[in-house]
């Protein structure tokens, strides 16, 4: 599956970006979607991840209660609502997808994803 993420951008402390992942090609119907975030120096981050089949999205704790990930079935399109902005959220960010459903434990890892897309920059300042 080829993924197209956009919509970061730079934006000072304590505002909002949305990002979005689209699927080209296919649709998301069974896939299971996440964003993982990267910055400078340091590991990949898992950030959220939604089902396409239904239940509940889960977060990363770093990005609880400001982030929120929705998805647009129609589009089989995933976005990632950033609000409350922090220069910690400084990173490229990653939309992943698997065409599978897992337990939370597996689907926070990044090895669960078969596809990424090309990764978008989110820059805050403070």
């Known amino acids: 599956v080829q993924l197209q993420a956009s919509g970061g951008g730079s934006v000072q402390a304590g505002g909002s970006l949305r990002l979005s992942c689209a699927a080209a090609?296919?649709?998301?119907?069974?896939?299971?979607v996440a964003w993982f975030r990267q910055a400078p120096g340091k590991e990949r981050e898992f950030v959220a991840f939604?089902?396409?089949?239904?239940?509940?999205?889960y977060y990363g704790d770093s990005v609880m209660g400001r982030f929120t990930i929705s998805k647009d079935n129609a589009k089989s399109t995933v976005y990632l609502q950033m609000n409350s902005l922090k220069p910690e959220d400084t990173a490229v960010y990653y939309c992943?997808?698997?065409?599978?459903?897992?337990?939370?434990?597996?689907?926070?890892?990044?090895?669960?994803?078969?596809?990424w897309g090309q990764g978008t920059q989110v820059t805050v300042s403070s």
């Open positions: 939604i089902r396409f089949t239904g239940g509940n999205p």
């Open positions: 992943a997808a698997a065409d599978r459903r897992g337990i939370p434990a597996l689907s926070r890892r990044d090895s669960w994803y078969g596809s």
């Open positions: 090609g296919r649709t998301f119907s069974s896939s299971t």
